[in-house]
Antibody, heavy 120, light 110 residues
Framework: QLQLQESGPGLVKPSETLSLTCTVS??????????WGWIRQPPGKGLEWIGS???????YYNPSLKSRVTISVDTSKNQFSLKLSSVTAADTAVYYC????????????WGQGTLVTVSS | QSVLTQPPSVSEAPRQRVTISCSGS????????VNWYQQLPGKAPKLLIY???LLPSGVSDRFSGSKSGTSASLAISGLQSEDEADYYC???????????FGTGTKVTVL
């Protein structure tokens, strides 16, 4: 059974770069033609798609975050990563990673999520 | 900010039926499949309905989805206390060239 697990610092200072990693277990990140995405949820608010990466490395991002987001994949470690630069308090959220079979397809499964707080 | 609009909350008694609406436009719901997610308190979202009206394996058939034009709906029949959760619709948006989520609806079982 495929499982995803987010990891990274729980506290990031304003103006710095948020870095998270999603480790995939129970399957190879490059064995099938899947996309791997990041979604976030500010406390008490709704879901926002951040961006996704194809197993081969091609990416596409939410236009509202595109200038600050980089998603990469490391097939040797069965991981993909998120970097969000110049963070502010508005970037405080639970960050989820998830798999989806195509660009427009639904996300399933999801990781458990990790809370990242932006504060000095 | 979301382009998919849902009612903030719905409530109903146990064993009754509730319907959650999701209103969009021709660039999202009108031209792409709608998916629904259930988020139990303190948990990650879980795929509930995909491609408008399909149920993933293991999801109760008390849940059903439908779509007409630029709107979609999620129905929960035989409401149970375990159905108390937040529900989100979602779809690809051709204009934004990205995946968009609805504003979310909190379901309360009275």
């Amino acid at each position: 059974q495929l499982q995803l697990q987010e990891s990274g610092p729980g506290l990031v200072k304003p103006s710095e770069t948020l870095s998270l990693t999603c480790t995939v277990s129970g399957g190879s990140i490059s064995s099938s033609s899947y996309y791997w995405g990041w979604i976030r949820q500010p406390p008490g608010k709704g879901l926002e798609w951040i961006g996704s990466i194809y197993y081969s490395g091609s990416t596409y991002y939410n236009p509202s975050l595109k200038s600050r987001v980089t998603i990469s994949v490391d097939t040797s470690k069965n991981q993909f990563s998120l970097k969000l630069s110049s963070v502010t308090a508005a970037d405080t959220a639970v960050y989820y990673c998830a798999r989806h079979p195509s660009r427009r397809a639904p996300f399933d499964p999801w990781g458990q999520g990790t809370l990242v707080t932006v504060s000095s | 900010q979301s382009v998919l609009t849902q009612p903030p909350s719905v409530s109903e008694a146990p064993r009754q039926r509730v319907t959650i609406s999701c209103s969009g436009s021709s660039s999202n719901i009108g031209n792409n499949a709608v998916n629904w997610y259930q988020q139990l308190p303190g948990k990650a979202p879980k795929l509930l309905i995909y491609y408008d009206d399909l149920l993933p394996s293991g999801v109760s058939d008390r849940f059903s989805g439908s779509k007409s034009g630029t709107s979609a709906s999620l129905a929960i029949s035989g409401l149970q206390s375990e159905d108390e959760a937040d529900y989100y619709c979602a779809a690809w948006d051709d204009s934004l060239n990205g995946y968009v989520f609805g504003t979310g609806t909190k379901v309360t079982v009275l």
